[in-house]
């Protein structure tokens, strides 16, 4: 019987699943994040030893390991890949690569197949006929990062800033600011984005009440749902430009997964250019898309 473990390192938590050779799942876990572009490398070794003590036991030992990690945009070479993992797993084969590879592997598709992932970030990954990776966005959240959480978030603390000075039509966000961050005051929410260091996870997670709002028809916050589906769409058409006509489009991530006004506007913006791309959100996650491929490398 083998065993492998896939886990998914996104910009927040870290998912890990061990499954059998048929897929079974035998354990799982969600953890701390192994970002260490946001944590630091010492910080994320800990928290990755953390979760495979959790997931594993001294019976089971996984045939191969893959990560994908949000740190990352193509695979790791061997020395990184060894100084991140080296020690932890009892296992020689181990595939460190982007989040985004893992993602691909969980799409139901052989050959090519393009995903679009908006967690706390966000960023569009393709895999060509021939096995290349290409990719679009993924500037981070100072850059990019458009229909991300925290690209959201940030726009509706702005709004609700404006909203506070006159300077911007009044909006509900206020209240769901209050609601979230303790305060609506304007110079607290302002020292607490300021922060050192900035503390996006926790502004990525204003993005549930921002699609709430929007939902109870906040126009602000509708408009904000718009703007940034919409230009998340460009990012993702500039993938597929570059990729086969028909290709499959799977999505990913709390906002795709459960903004639907989000995911609509969204999927409306790529059909107008690409009428006969299939869009649809994973069936499998990415940490089972990492179990596959680590099937791939250890079968």
């Known amino acids: 019987m083998g065993y492998y473990l896939g886990i998914d390192g996104g910009g927040s938590k870290t998912k890990a699943v061990l499954c059998d050779e048929s897929l079974n799942i035998i354990s799982s876990f969600t953890g701390k994040s192994i970002n260490f572009n946001s944590v630091g490398f010492d910080t994320a070794r800990e928290n990755l030893i953390e979760i495979a003590d959790a997931i594993l036991d001294e019976k089971i030992k996984p045939d191969a390991v893959c990560i994908g990690c949000a740190a990352l945009s193509s695979r790791a070479d ?6 991140l993992c080296g020690g932890i797993f009892g296992c020689e084969n181990i595939i460190l690569d982007s989040d985004l590879f893992i993602a691909l592997e969980a799409v139901e598709a052989t050959g090519e197949c393009a995903v679009a992932v908006c967690g706390t970030g966000s960023m569009a990954a393709g895999r060509m006929p021939d096995g290349t990776v290409i990719h679009t966005g993924g500037f981070g959240y100072l850059l990019g990062d458009e229909g991300s959480g925290y690209a959201l978030s940030a726009d509706a603390i702005r709004a609700v800033l404006r909203s506070g000075e006159k300077s911007g039509p009044e909006t509900g966000l206020a209240q769901a600011a209050e609601k979230y961050f303790g305060t609506a005051d304007e110079e607290k929410l302002i020292d ?61 991530g709390g906002i795709m997964q459960n903004c639907e006004e989000f995911r609509s506007i969204f999927a409306q913006a790529v059909r107008k250019e690409f009428p006969e791309t ?3 959100v994973l069936e499998n996650s990415p940490e089972t898309g990492a179990v596959i491929a680590a099937m791939k490398c250890g079968g």
Not at 78 to 83: A, G, S, V
Not at 213 to 224: E, S
Not at 225 to 234: D, M, P, T, V
């Open 278 to 280: 299939k869009i649809s």
């Open 78 to 83: 061997e020395k990184l890949t060894e100084k």
């Open 192 to 252: 607490f984005v300021y922060s050192d260091p900035v503390p996006v996870k926790e502004i990525a997670g204003f993005a549930p009440s921002v699609c709430e709002c929007a939902g109870n028809g906040d126009r602000i916050a509708k408009w904000i749902i718009e703007k940034n589906a919409e230009a998340f769409a460009e990012t993702v058409c500039a993938l597929l430009r570059r990729m086969p006509c028909g290709t499959p489009l799977g999505l990913w």
